[in-house]
């Protein structure tokens, strides 16, 4: 008996010292909120870094599609973060790969830079990609848009031509919008030889602050594209009628704001969409219905051109997806 209490004892000690000494990822950690990143040669990411569930956790969105949650995060010393996310890359019928991106992120002042560390786009190879960051700034007080005062409303679109907006990386991109009927639209044709073509963006000359924007939007059956507010937060317009809600539906606020009920037309009817912006805070009308109201935006969506969520921006059009129509574009700035 005494020695099993001996042992019991020894045991105790030993467990008791072992987490003693273990670096405790949730306290005292400088890189815990969310960082805006800019990617050296384009692009941005977002960083949520978390310990919500008494455990340090992240969610990552770099430069497009959706916000994940990482496969895992840790810290090296207090002053590195290692931040990895993972992708499975079917490479036969039988057979697929794990293919995983490494963020190893220094803390240098306020802010922050590291390189992700991935395999090339045919995993024959390795990317090194420098990036930096800041903290994201503090969320404004919700708005009262009741008190909103409003300018001068801009026509964006003339109905005859693309003044006023011009391709977004014309070096590389293709533009596919051209005027039709009066309509802004866009028609992504890919040649039947099997060359593929790249098709752009396009964005308005302008940029903006704060405002209410109206248009009306045509996107036919299996499409999509979308409407980005100071080339920062995509709303969505796609062909979702008839599915569940989802933050990747007609109206949502891509990846981070789901509509609070499904108010899109079926595919090849024109739509309405009625957005308002101030204060990083998002309200979405959707044929008459409101969708989103005057909803936080943490931080940027994939696609976005800027990480600074204080500056202007402009509008951008997405074109590289598929077909679409625009028309009945204004924009009325918000005065303060």
Do not use: C
């Not at 895992?72 to 499975?88: G, K, P």
């Not at 007080?141 to 409303?153: M, R, Y």
């Not at 704060?210 to 036919?220: E, H, I, M």
């Amino acid at each position: 008996m005494k020695k099993l209490i001996i042992s019991i004892t020894l045991i105790l000690f030993i467990t008791s010292t072992i987490f003693a000494n273990t670096k405790d990822n949730t306290k005292d950690n400088a890189f815990l909120g969310m960082w805006g990143i800019d990617i050296e040669g384009g692009g941005v990411a977002w960083l949520h870094v978390f310990n919500e569930h008494g455990f340090l956790d992240a969610e990552l969105l770099w430069i497009g599609g959706s916000i994940v949650p990482v496969a895992s995060v840790y810290l090296a010393d207090d002053n590195t973060l290692v931040v990895t996310r993972t992708e499975e890359v079917k490479k036969n019928e039988s057979r697929s790969h794990t293919m995983t991106y490494t963020m190893r992120i220094n803390k240098v002042g306020e802010t922050i830079e590291g390189i992700m560390t991935a395999p090339d786009w045919m995993a024959t190879g390795e990317r090194k990609i420098p990036f930096k960051g800041k903290r994201m700034p503090q969320m404004f007080a919700k708005p009262d848009l009741s008190k909103l005062k409003f300018g001068k409303a801009i026509k964006l679109f003339n109905g005859k031509n693309l003044k006023g907006w011009h391709l977004m990386n014309p070096e590389k991109k293709k533009n596919g919008f051209s005027v039709v009927n009066g309509q802004l639209t866009n028609t992504p044709i890919q040649p039947k030889d099997g060359h593929h073509i790249s098709y752009g963006n396009i964005r308005t000359d302008q940029e903006f602050s704060d405002f209410n924007l109206k248009l009306a939007v045509n996107v036919p059956k299996g499409d999509n594209s979308g409407v980005y507010l100071k080339g920062l937060y995509e709303i969505q317009v796609a062909d979702t009628y008839g599915k569940e809600l989802d933050s990747h539906n007609m109206g949502a606020l891509y990846s981070r704001i789901t509509p609070t009920e499904a108010a899109e037309k079926p595919a090849g009817e024109w739509q309405n969409l009625d957005i308002t912006l101030v204060d990083r805070h998002v309200t979405v009308v959707l044929n008459g219905i409101k969708i989103i109201d005057n909803k936080p935006v943490l931080g940027p969506t994939g696609g976005a051109i800027s990480s600074d969520v204080l500056a202007p921006g402009p509008i951008y059009l997405q074109g590289d997806h598929g077909n679409v129509s625009y028309k009945n574009i204004v924009l009325t700035p918000i005065i303060k």
